[in-house]
């Protein structure tokens, strides 16, 4: 526990030096930095809550995995637990991807969200090209789930161990589960998890239950019902996929309901998608919807985990499966927190303002760092402005020397550099960003300079 809570320290210490160098910044419209916010971890924690992020185990290095373990204090694998990714082939497991999300846990003090045992995607086709007889069905979810259940036991702290159960009307959806072993396989399948790590929060999951509906009513019935019966369940996770717009009024309503029946609640896989483009006027409207959703968790005690459906807009499954829509998540695909980053944060108590708007900037990272080379990045974003071509100059403190960029021309003189746009990116609109990036030679120190954005 000691030597964990030892790395995340460090970890938050090298966070907080990448986060100096993001700071240096310059916006054109008002001089602000962001550097020193509180994490949504540590203001979560300040209000009982676990912030969660859906995460890709791939790609839990550089500045994903910075921002993953330095802002979230829960983390839930996308696709590496489903039932396909890691039992591709009958009796041949492949964990790699889960172990390494519950390790980069383990190391940065964070809790796993198992997802998902139960579930009618995504499963492996051999066993949904398979014939099975009831029995065999019921014999091959009880081992699925001992196996998978058993194997990360005492790593997990809860499980959505059913997912998406029901119909929009509230009758249960017909599935390779509920047609072959009927509506007891929730009942059957939470009892086995139970025996396999009696520790873990067991979960029941669903998508348009957020608000009071006929599809929450039936979550709510079977959820009362399954207690009466002694059924281990231990929570409800509401996913909330939702539309710019459309937070339910019910929320919280929804939420209390769930929770005075004893059980926890937890919002699971939270992402707000827009029409593309986004702009500024969206993107403030995205902020409030996030606020909302968080706040309603806040009102509610048993409310206990609020977790969005990946945090960067470059790790979001909303683009690819709803065309023209996107931009759903709290950060944009250069890792800028965006206004809704803010909301969250806001709702949680923090008090930093957000980003003003009509402005553009220039944020200056170190990407990956060797004994004399280092490569760096530039974005440059705008929110309630825009460009149609761009200047971004610096001086550097301690001899550094770039040797090649891309994305932007870029010459330097002694310490003074300068950095143009290409023919082709300098146009940067409202709520959208162009990067460039460079190698460059250091050697003793490599502080961060301050860009000018000119
Ligand atoms: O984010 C997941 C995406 O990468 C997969 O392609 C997709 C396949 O169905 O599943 C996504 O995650 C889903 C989650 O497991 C359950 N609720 C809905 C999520 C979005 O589809």
């Given at each position: 526990m000691r030597s964990s809570r030892t790395l995340r320290l460090k970890t938050r210490l090298t966070t907080l030096v990448t986060g100096v160098a993001a700071a240096a910044a310059l916006l054109l419209a008002a001089p602000a930095s962001h550097a020193a916010d509180t994490p949504l971890r540590d203001l979560g924690a300040a209000k009982g809550k676990i912030v969660g992020t859906a995460v890709t185990g791939s790609k839990l290095t550089g500045t994903y995995g910075d921002v993953a373990a330095a802002q979230f204090s829960s983390l839930t694998p996308g696709n590496a637990m489903k039932w396909g990714s890691v039992e591709p082939a009958r009796g041949a497991f492949d964990w790699a991807e889960a172990d390494r999300i519950v390790a980069f846990a383990q190391a940065h003090s964070q809790q796993v969200r198992g997802h998902?045992?139960?579930?009618?995607?995504?499963?492996p086709n051999w066993l949904t090209n398979g014939s099975w007889t009831p029995a065999q069905l019921g014999d091959l979810l009880q081992n699925h789930i001992a196996t998978e259940v058993g194997r990360y036991k005492g790593r997990i702290?809860?499980?959505?161990?059913?997912?998406?159960?029901?119909?929009e009307d509230g009758t249960y959806r017909p599935t390779l589960w509920y047609n072959g072993l009927g509506a007891d396989y929730i009942a059957n399948a939470l009892t086995w998890a139970r025996a396999a790590d009696p520790a873990a929060k067991l979960y029941i999951n669903d998508y348009n239950v957020e608000g009071v509906n006929a599809k929450s009513t039936a979550l709510y019935n079977l959820v009362r019902s399954l207690k009466q019966r002694g059924v281990p369940i231990d929570g409800v996770g509401l996913q909330a996929h939702l539309v710019l717009g459309q937070v339910p009024a019910t929320l919280q309503q929804n939420i209390q309901r769930f929770a005075d029946l004893g059980v926890d609640v937890a919002i699971t896989e939270l992402d707000i998608r827009m029409t593309l483009p986004s702009d500024g006027a969206k993107l403030d409207r995205q902020k409030a919807d996030y606020k909302a959703v968080t706040a309603a968790c806040v009102a509610v005690a048993r409310c206990v985990n609020l977790t969005v459906w990946g945090f960067t807009d470059s790790d979001s499954w909303v683009e690819g499966t709803f065309p023209g829509e996107g931009a759903a998540t709290p950060y944009d695909g250069n890792y800028a927190p965006k206004p809704a980053y803010y909301g969250i944060a806001e709702a949680l108590g923090g008090t930093t303002a957000p980003p003003p708007t009509g402005g553009c900037k220039a944020v200056y990272s170190v990407g990956s760092q060797w004994n004399t080379g280092f490569t760096g990045n530039v974005t440059i974003s705008c929110s309630g402005a825009s460009l149609s071509s761009w200047k971004a100059t610096w001086t550097y403190g301690a001899g550094q020397q770039i040797t090649q960029a891309w994305s932007a021309d870029c010459t330097q003189s002694g310490p003074a550099v300068t950095c143009a746009n290409a023919s082709y990116n300098g146009t940067v609109p409202d709520g959208g960003s162009v990067s460039f990036g460079f190698n460059a030679n250091w050697s003793g120190s490599n502080p961060a300079p301050t860009v000018t954005l000119g």
């Open positions: 998902t045992l139960v579930w009618h995607n995504q499963n702290a809860a499980w959505d161990v059913v997912n998406e159960a029901f119909n």
